[in-house]
Nanobody, 122 residues
Framework: QVQLVESGGGLVQPGGSLRLSCAASGFTLDYYAIGWFRQAPGKEREGVSCISSSDGSTYYADSVKGRFTISRDNAKNTVYLQMNSLKPEDTAVYYC???????????????WGQGTQVTVSS
């Protein structure tokens, strides 16, 4: 069964850090570009970041550029999203998915995880 599972969310104070993980089972991540999306209550889903399968090229939304870093560990079949300098507006449910990763954007297709809640609040 093809599955993506996110973890690492939680409650953090503004300025803090979290690292989200997206672990794959039932398939090998090596051949897939993986992206992170987020959705806050009452807002549209936003494509946050993605990493390609071929050369590791990445995309970041302007809202997170310079604060978030996406990486992949194919040996662990896992993609990570390191989030630093978190702001209250980063509060959302974060999802990972298989995607088409462009230098200027990300488009999901195929598998989605169940999401992990990130709350940034003092």
């Amino acid at each position: 069964q093809v599955q993506l599972v996110e973890s690492g969310g939680g409650l953090v104070q503004p300025g803090g850090s979290l690292r989200l993980s997206c672990a794959a089972s039932g398939f090998t991540l090596d051949y897939y570009a993986i992206g992170w999306f987020r959705q806050a209550p009452g807002k549209e889903r936003e494509g946050v970041s993605c990493i390609s399968s071929s050369d590791g090229s990445t995309y970041y939304a302007d809202s997170v550029k310079g604060r978030f870093t996406i990486s992949r560990d194919n040996a662990k079949n896992t993609v990570y999203l390191q989030m630093n300098s978190l702001k209250p507006e980063d509060t959302a449910v974060y999802y990972c998915a298989t995607v088409i990763c462009y230098l200027v954007g990300v488009r999901p297709f195929g598998s989605w995880g169940q999401g992990t809640q990130v709350t940034v609040s003092s």
